[in-house]
């Protein structure tokens, strides 16, 4: 069983910062690309950020410059830098990652954080 666990979500004023957590845990052989969503009310969830194992990452077009995101493969865990926070920003943020258990990779989800920038 593969097990995500975000951390670090909270309320923030705009233009401030926060630092989002993943961790995963569990039976695996390997991580591949871990990444981060986010949904809205009444929004669908949609990507902000990932990372591949060797480092390269993607963003989405409105949080670029603003995040970034970084893993520590010794540690399982995957990190969301978020600065100059906007009301837009507002939503539940998940972590994701392509996770091979046995022999083939299969997609995980954690729990979701919520992050609530005030204007």
């Known amino acids: 069983q593969v097990q995500l666990v975000e951390s670090g979500g909270g309320l923030v004023q705009a233009g401030g910062s926060l630092r989002l957590s993943c961790a995963a845990s569990?039976?695996?052989?390997?991580?591949?690309?871990m990444g981060w969503y986010r949904q809205a009310p009444g929004e669908q969830r949609e990507v902000v950020a990932d990372i591949t194992r060797s480092t390269n990452t993607n963003y989405a077009d409105d949080v670029k410059g603003r995040f970034t995101v970084s893993r520590d493969n010794t540690k399982n865990m995957v990190y969301l830098q978020m600065n100059s926070l906007k009301p837009e920003d507002t939503a539940v943020y998940y972590c994701?990652?392509?996770?091979?258990?046995?022999?083939?990779?299969?997609?995980?989800w954690g729990q979701g954080t919520q992050v609530t920038v005030s204007s």
């Open positions: 994701n990652a392509d996770v091979m258990v046995k022999t083939m990779y299969d997609s995980y």
């Open positions: 569990g039976n695996f052989v390997r991580i591949s690309t």
